[in-house]
């Protein structure tokens, strides 16, 4: 066998910082493809990305995406190898601001895939449409609740939410 036997303790490393796009996510698995993956911008510290993320990377778990998080949206993530050497993507979030350094022909295959144009319908405004710079990916709702009964604790509320089927993890500011 050549070089250092590889532990069997599961040991990792941290490798880097990476950006990257969404590309699969399912939320009900709790897991999620990464591609591409880029740096970000040019003054970004830190080591360069490893070969083993070219074709993209996975994550299992260990992300704070919101249960409906849709592919194209750019997310933010520290990459780890394991003894083995494969990659994976940990604490994934979404961008507080997109970078500039998606590659153009990337934009262009996310916006055919979430922009169909409809031939039967007139030329309106959401034909050939495409996102403004400044435009966000993704609107979230916003709901505020008052006069909740004080006896309600936040693992009461959070169990309300699970009750009525939506994601507890997107409570924020309890």
Avoid at 10 to 29: C, D, H, I, M, P
Avoid at 124 to 142: A, D, F, M, T
């Amino acid at each position: 066998m050549d070089g250092a036997p590889v532990p069997l303790d599961g040991s990792e490393a941290f490798v880097t910082y990476g950006r990257g796009l969404l590309k699969v996510f399912n939320a009900a698995k709790n897991f999620g493809f990464i591609s591409p993956v880029f740096k970000g911008a040019a003054d970004v510290e830190g080591p360069p990305l490893p070969r083993s993320v070219d074709e993209g990377i996975w994550f299992f778990g260990n992300h704070s995406l919101p249960y409906r998080a849709i592919p194209g949206v750019e997310l933010t993530f520290e990459i780890w190898e394991n003894a083995s050497g494969k990659a994976q993507a940990r604490s994934v979030s979404i961008a507080a601001e997109p970078s500039a350094v998606v590659p153009v022909e990337q934009k262009q295959e996310i916006q055919h895939q979430h922009h169909h144009p409809m031939p039967e319908k007139g030329g309106g405004k959401g034909k050939g449409s495409q996102l403004h710079p400044n435009e966000p990916r993704v609107i979230y709702p916003s709901v505020y609740v008052s006069d909740v009964p004080v006896e309600w604790n936040e693992a009461a509320i959070r169990k309300l939410h699970r009750q009525l089927g939506l994601n507890p993890d997107t409570i924020m500011g309890l």
